[in-house]
């Protein structure tokens, strides 16, 4: 992710920036999802995506956030941004029509692809500390406005071989009012006049997924 990072001024008590930037996510270890034991639970979500495999996604982010310096280091930072998120989760067509007669796949349509996109506005609220060129921020990301779209690709089948395929797109709007937990820490490094921050951070997300990031922050802009 690169976006313009907060431009913390021991000497100024209030201050704006701008963040902007694109993100690419992928996976850490297996991706795949194996088969669930229960083949006829009641909860159909479970047994959703067996034999699926979470695609890597892009995404991007925007938004503009407000610092409040307190003292002695710390400041609280509020911000509202503009997050596009994806999920995505793709089969094999032959893994489709060998296990689609005759099991729960055949109820969603025979579907071999879902592709979630959600374009998020979300509140930031976070507690931040500043010591020499080292900052930290602990806080969270508020989900407050949704648009959603969810597109299903799926198998039209006719034994023995399938006859093509379609696709079916849902759309909607959504409050859901989650919160995603999050911390981060970034470390300035100068190189005669240009400046940029690696940083490191950590996002809890919905149904017990923990999302890794990192990346470099260049300044654009300083005002």
């Known amino acids: 992710m690169a ?7 021991s000497r100024e008590r209030f201050f704006i920036s701008v963040k902007a930037g694109g993100y ?3 996976f850490i270890g297996n991706n795949y999802i194996s088969p669930t034991l229960e083949a006829f639970a009641d909860d159909f979500e479970d047994h959703q995506y067996d034999r699926f495999t979470k695609t890597p996604t892009f995404g991007l982010q925007t938004g503009i956030m407000s610092s409040f ?31 689609g007669n005759g099991s729960r796949i055949q109820d969603i349509h025979n579907v ?16 931040s ?19 959603y779209q969810a597109t ?3 198998l039209i089948l006719q ?27 970034s470390y300035k490094i100068t190189i005669k006049t240009f400046s940029f921050h690696p940083y490191l951070g950590i996002d809890f997300g919905s149904k017990k997924s923990v999302y890794l ?11």
């Open 24 to 26: 690419y996510k992928f």
């Open 69 to 99: 310096n307190m003292q002695k280091g710390w400041f609280i930072v509020l911000g509202l941004s503009f997050c596009n998120r994806r999920i995505v989760y793709e089969n094999n067509k032959d893994t489709v029509v060998k296990y």
């Open 152 to 154: 299903y690709s799926y």
């Open 129 to 147: 500390y500043k010591f020499n060129k080292l900052s930290l921020y602990a806080g969270a990301y508020i989900p407050v406005l949704t648009f």
């Open 159 to 185: 034994l023995p071989e399938p006859r093509g395929t379609s696709q079916k797109t849902i759309k909607g709007v959504e409050i859901p009012l989650m919160i995603f937990p999050s911390i981060l820490a």
């Open 112 to 127: 071999y692809k879902y592709d979630y996109s959600y374009d998020n506005f979300e509140l930031q609220f976070m507690l």
């Open 3 to 9: 976006q313009d990072t907060l431009q913390q001024k």
């Open 213 to 223: 990031h990192g990346g470099i922050i260049f300044t654009i802009a300083s005002f």
